[in-house]
């Protein structure tokens, strides 16, 4: 019943930056935490930033003083700001978003970022 939908993946140099957006749409009222996570070739997939409904954020180690996680809570869009581009950070960035109450998982189609020179 929510659906979310990517953009702003694309092909930046090292020390670049991107960001992403992320828009949610149909049943979004009960929508709580929102994020993105990324997943590279060979690995599992993993925690990139969240944000929470009261504006608390967390962030991976490897991401801190880099990326910035926003939201736009009448829109219910999610942001990822991206600086100072590494070629680690090449994946495939996927938005997620958690229901309040029943704590249900929802997930984008993921938007592809390639760091390199």
């Known amino acids: 019943q929510v659906q979310l939908v990517e953009s702003g993946g694309g092909l930046a140099q090292p020390g670049g930056s991107l960001r992403l957006s992320c828009d949610a749409s149909g049943n979004i009222f009960s929508l709580n935490t929102m994020g993105w996570y990324r997943q590279a070739p060979g690995k599992q997939r993993e925690l990139v930033a969240v944000?929470?409904?009261?504006?608390?954020?967390n962030y991976a180690d490897s991401v801190k003083g880099r990326f910035t996680i926003s939201r736009d809570m009448p829109k219910n869009t999610v942001y990822l700001q991206m600086n100072s581009l590494k070629p680690e950070d090449t994946a495939v960035y996927y938005c997620y978003a958690q229901t309040q109450i029943s704590r249900l998982n929802y997930w984008g189609q993921g938007t592809q970022v390639t760091v390199s020179s």
């Open positions: 944000i929470f409904s009261g504006g608390n954020t």
